[in-house]
Nanobody, 125 residues
Framework: QVQLVESGGGSVQPGGSLRLSCEAS????????VAWFRQAPGKEREGISC????????KDATSTKGRFTMSKDIAKNTFYLHMDSLKPEDTAVYYC??????????????????WGQGTQVTVSS
């Protein structure tokens, strides 16, 4: 049973940075596609970034491209979302997700079986 535990959320001023972590247990992330999503109040869930299971594809949302960077550390069985130049509109609950069956990156959340508990990111002055 794969479990994902997120950490690193919090409050930051506009222009600041945060790094979210998602640590997996129960299986090696080496064989999983991993992704980050977010959901703001009253809005639909939005895919942010994805790395496919063999790194053959990556995908980044237009709204965060150039500001957010996703990485994966197989040795630590953890993946990260480093967020720079944060804006108030980045305020949301952020979720990590993974799935062994996803081959190419996708922001179709229904295709991911494993999800973190969510962590709040608030960008405000």
């Amino acid at each position: 049973q794969v479990q994902l535990v997120e950490s690193g959320g919090g409050s930051v001023q506009p222009g600041g940075s945060l790094r979210l972590s998602c640590e997996a247990s129960g299986a090696s992330l080496e064989y999983f596609a991993v992704a980050w999503f977010r959901q703001a109040p009253g809005k639909e869930r939005e895919g942010i970034s994805c790395i496919s299971r063999v790194r053959k594809s990556t995908k980044d949302a237009t709204s965060t491209k150039g500001r957010f960077t996703m990485s994966k550390d197989i040795a630590k069985n953890t993946f990260y979302l480093h967020m720079d130049s944060l804006k108030p509109e980045d305020t949301a609950v952020y979720y990590c997700a993974s799935d062994r069956r996803v081959v190419r990156c996708t922001f179709s959340g229904s295709l991911y079986d494993h999800w973190g508990q969510g962590t709040q990111v608030t960008v405000s002055s």
